[in-house]
Nanobody
Framework: QVQLVESGGELVQPGGSLRLSCAASGSGFSINKIVWYRQAPGKQRELVAVITSGGSTNYADDVKGRFTISRDSANNTVYLQMNSLKPGDTALYSC?????????????WGQGTQVTVSS
């Protein structure tokens, strides 16, 4: 079993910045990729950013140039730096980890962290 804990979400004014964290814990696992998703009320969940074990990254068009995904491999933590935030970025942000553990590949979700962008 792998646990994911997100943190860093809060109320921020438009134009502000936040850094979200996704910390993975457990035993005997390696991370293949971590994906940040977000879901706003009444909307479908959407992919925000991806980072692979090789360090490759990908972003949704809406956040390119504003968000940066990065990782601290030693601590099994992935960050999402969010700049120039807009009210449309308001959502519950969750991370999903694609991991290999004891030769089995599984996916795990965190509980999410709320980001609210409002004046």
């Amino acid at each position: 079993q792998v646990q994911l804990v997100e943190s860093g979400g809060e109320l921020v004014q438009p134009g502000g910045s936040l850094r979200l964290s996704c910390a993975a814990s457990g035993s005997g696992f390696s991370i293949n990729k971590i994906v940040w998703y977000r879901q706003a009320p009444g909307k479908q969940r959407e992919l925000v950013a991806v980072i692979t074990s090789g360090g490759s990254t990908n972003y949704a068009d809406d956040v390119k140039g504003r968000f940066t995904i990065s990782r601290d491999s030693a601590n099994n933590t992935v960050y999402l730096q969010m700049n120039s935030l807009k009210p449309g970025d308001t959502a519950l942000y969750s991370c999903y980890a694609d991991v290999s553990q004891f030769r089995v590949r599984r996916g795990y979700w965190g509980q999410g962290t709320q980001v609210t962008v409002s004046s």
